[in-house]
């Protein structure tokens, strides 16, 4: 009995005790977090990392700290790409707003879109491929990406460790 909401989390039966993993919107259904889980993620925002937060039983039970360092090549790789007529280069991420912009200021991006679930990033592209008066190139790497990737004018898809949805829906 596991359902799948994508850019939300993950919830089911486990020993028969109901089970929810994911961003704290999922797990608490819009009603708020417990002192302790607030104060956790505001220190993982802080520190640039983020929260996956896990409900047992209709009661926040725990929370990750999760961290993913940016690549050291890249800002090298983000210069290449202005360097081969990239004009604007953005990140579409269903991270926090705060995380999403320390990465973008660091890395030399043009802009965030930070908070968004799957049909978000579908949107941004949509969007941006008017604003490019160009083709779009939308590289992405795991499941909430793929339908973004689909509609993109070149899907990229990244890296080994990808979600099957996303290589099937890229062009690349």
């Known amino acids: ?9 993950v919830a089911g039966m486990v020993d028969g005790r109901a ?22 993620r505001r220190r993982a925002l802080l520190e640039g990392a983020t929260n996956v937060f896990i409900r047992v039983d209709g009661q926040i039970a725990g929370a990750l700290v999760m961290d993913d360092p940016i690549r050291p090549e890249t800002p090298r790789a983000v210069r290449a790409l202005r360097r081969a007529g990239f004009t604007r280069i953005l ?3 269903g991270d926090h707003h705060s995380v999403a912009e320390l990465v973008g200021a660091a890395i030399g991006l043009d802009g965030v879109l ?22 779009l190139v939308m590289v992405g790497d795991g499941i909430n990406d793929a339908p973004a990737l689909a509609v993109a004018d070149v899907g990229v898809a990244m890296g080994a460790r990808g979600a099957t949805a996303s290589s099937e829906a890229a062009d690349i």
């Open 91 to 93: 990140m579409v991420t």
């Open 114 to 135: 930070a908070d968004r679930a799957p049909a978000d990033k579908v949107d941004a592209v949509r969007t941006e491929r008017d604003i490019a008066g160009g083709p």
């Open 19 to 40: 089970v929810a993993v994911g961003s704290a919107a999922f797990v608490t259904g819009g009603d708020g977090l417990p002192l302790w889980a607030r104060e956790l």
């Open 1 to 9: 009995d596991v359902v799948e909401t994508p850019g939300g989390g």
